[in-house]
């Protein structure tokens, strides 16, 4: 056995530690190029025109039909 204290690592030589700075890093540099870059972009000015929705969800409600009842 080996009875000698072993010299601490530093911070800077954990590999692991420089992974997780990295992929921190590249994170938040995509999240700020889109951003940027969506603001390139304008909505449409008749995006709430009727007709028109998000992601599938109608942005108005269509009339109550007389075929339909209250609960």
Same mark, same amino acid.
């Given at each position: 056995? @080996? +009875?000698?204290?072993?010299? $601490?690592?530093?911070?800077?030589?954990?590999?692991?530690?420089?992974? !997780?700075?990295?992929?921190?890093?590249?994170?938040?540099?995509?999240?700020?190029?889109?951003?940027?870059?969506? /603001?390139?972009? *304008?909505?449409? @000015? +008749?995006?709430? @025109? $009727? !007709? /028109?929705?998000? *992601?599938?969800?109608?942005?108005? *409600?269509?009339?109550?039909?007389?075929? $339909?009842?209250?609960?």
């Amino acid at each position: 056995m @080996d +009875n000698h204290p072993h010299p $601490e690592t530093r911070w800077y030589r954990v590999p692991l530690l420089w992974l !997780g700075i990295a992929i921190l890093l590249a994170s938040l540099a995509g999240s700020v190029h889109l951003i940027v870059v969506s /603001q390139a972009y *304008r909505a449409p @000015d +008749n995006a709430t @025109d $009727e !007709g /028109q929705s998000f *992601r599938g969800v109608p942005l108005t *409600r269509e009339p109550r039909s007389d075929t $339909e009842r209250a609960p």
